[in-house]
């Protein structure tokens, strides 16, 4: 199956910093999504992004498909951004699931 | 409008015990997903429904788990004979499946516990 992978595992800020967030994958995708999921576990959806750029706020993501990676930033982070962010993808031609990476855990400080 | 619900929240079973999960999709959602989340991990995809297609059971881990849904509408995902492996959040996500644009989103989970 398909290989995604996130960096950094984990991540300290902190607030008013900003950062990027890496999503690599094995195959070619036709859906790619990032996911915010909060201390209480709910899967918040950031960027429904197979290809291009897209902004919402002080989020932004890039995807680069041909080259098989995703990029999220998060400027001026507040401790809200807290969590844990998934990179999610739907390899082509195989199904319409998403496979998950490992995630990047954020912990922004006062 | 709603987002995807699930239910219970939270359940704590004894092993052997069977169990079931619900889920309501956001309405007009013709697909649905159901995937786990372990503890400090990532999700995996266990069931995909489309419609009136057969259901992709590809991600079931073992014979003990089974889903149903009913039309484009409610589903539930059955545990029989529960081990305490199977403790995890079950997530259940809808997706539009709009030609090729098919953003899912999720529910809250049902947090599984087994004793």
């Known amino acids: 199956g398909i290989q995604v992978e996130q960096s950094p595992p984990d991540l300290i800020l902190q607030e008013g910093a900003n950062s990027t967030l890496r999503c690599n994958f094995s195959?070619?995708?036709?859906?790619l999504q990032w996911f915010h999921q909060n201390p209480w576990g709910q899967l918040i959806n950031l960027f429904y992004?197979?290809?291009g750029t897209k902004q919402n706020g002080r989020l932004s993501a890039t995807t680069v498909a041909t080259e098989r990676y995703s990029l999220l930033y998060i400027s001026s982070s507040q401790t809200t951004d807290s969590g844990v962010y998934f990179c999610?993808?739907?390899?082509?031609?195989?199904?319409?699931?998403?496979?998950f990476g490992g995630g990047t855990r954020l912990m922004v400080k006062p | 409008g709603a987002g995807v619900s699930q239910s219970p929240s939270n359940k704590v079973t004894e092993k052997g015990k069977d169990v079931e999960l619900r889920c309501d999709p956001i309405?007009?959602?013709?697909?649905l997903y159901w995937y786990r989340q372990r503890l400090g991990q990532g999700l995996e995809f266990l069931i995909y429904?489309?419609?009136?297609?057969?259901?992709?059971k590809s991600g079931l881990p073992s014979d003990r788990f089974s889903a149903e849904r009913t039309g484009e509408s409610v589903s539930t995902l059955t545990i029989q004979r529960t081990q305490q492996e199977d403790s995890a959040v079950y997530l259940c996500?809808?997706?539009?499946?709009?030609?090729?644009?098919?953003?899912?989103?999720f529910g809250p989970g049902t947090r599984l516990t087994v004793l």
């Open positions: 996500a809808s997706s539009a499946q709009l030609d090729s644009y098919n953003e899912q989103f």
């Open positions: 195959d070619s995708v036709n859906n």
């Open positions: 992004i197979p290809s």
């Open positions: 999610a993808v739907v390899r082509n031609n195989a199904g319409n699931m998403l496979t």
């Open positions: 309405s007009g959602h013709t697909a």
């Open positions: 429904f489309q419609g009136n297609s057969a259901p992709d």
